[in-house]
């Protein structure tokens, strides 16, 4: 039989149950995960009806083995055939920007603006933009890119005090990061944040262009200034099948 998992970190005995009895999709998921290695980024895969004769297998065993590749970023949609993805986007769990993060890979990020709004602040949002419920805030909703595939989108809270002209002078398709250190002489401090997995509204998946099945990486942060004063809140999903989070660990004294 076909194994899956001869890379390091790869699942345990290659995801096998122990009573030995391996679902037919997951024997067809295995052979295929051999031809994307072998066909490389960017590579036609066979259509779905040519592998259900490879393999001896139904159309729909195919498509389920395909759907988890999908899934797991190995494979991707391309017009009305399925290519061989590239290696998923690899963000840092730290303060520095998405824009960082991508440049660091050889990726060219970007951000295509979809709303930049100003309203007064809910009672619920204010301790962690660092205003009274009532002092108005800007809410700033973007589209992740990179190399100008759609990755992810990201919403901003900030207050209106902390970037009184953000709707003349800030660049939507730069780093907000940037901006408010390099043009409003903020300097960040720490932040806390929490990351879990959901999946998309229809609106969401619309803006980022995928299946609203497909999992997405939720990371909520709150980011305070090196004083401790409540900085911005950001609510960013991330496809995925496109990203993957590192992080480097120290031993606390």
Known sequence: MTHMGNQPGAPVRSGIPEHGRVPKY????????????ELGEGGLLPTERDLA???EVSRETVRQALRE??????LRRQGRGTVVAGPKLEQ???????????????RTPGRALISLDRFPC???????VGVAAGDPVWHMERVLLADDERV??????????????LDTEFDPDSSFYAYLHDRLGVVFGDADERIETVLATPREALLIGT???LPMLLIQRVS??????????????YRGDRFSFTAHLGRQE
Do not use: F, I, N, W
């Open 152 to 165: 992810g989108l990201e919403s901003t809270y900030v207050s209106e005090a902390r970037a009184p002209q």
């Open 224 to 237: 305070r200034d090196a004083d401790g004063h409540p900085l911005e809140r950001v609510r960013t999903l």
């Open 69 to 74: 590749l999908l899934l797991e970023g190995r």
């Open 122 to 128: 809910p009672e619920e949002l204010a301790p962690a």
């Open 92 to 106: 840092p769990l730290s303060l520095a920007s998405y824009t960082e993060g991508v440049r660091r890979q050889g």
């Open 26 to 37: 997951y024997v067809v998921k295995a052979k295929v995960a051999e031809l994307v290695d």
């Open 211 to 213: 299946p609203p099945a």
């Open 53 to 55: 004769v490879r393999y």
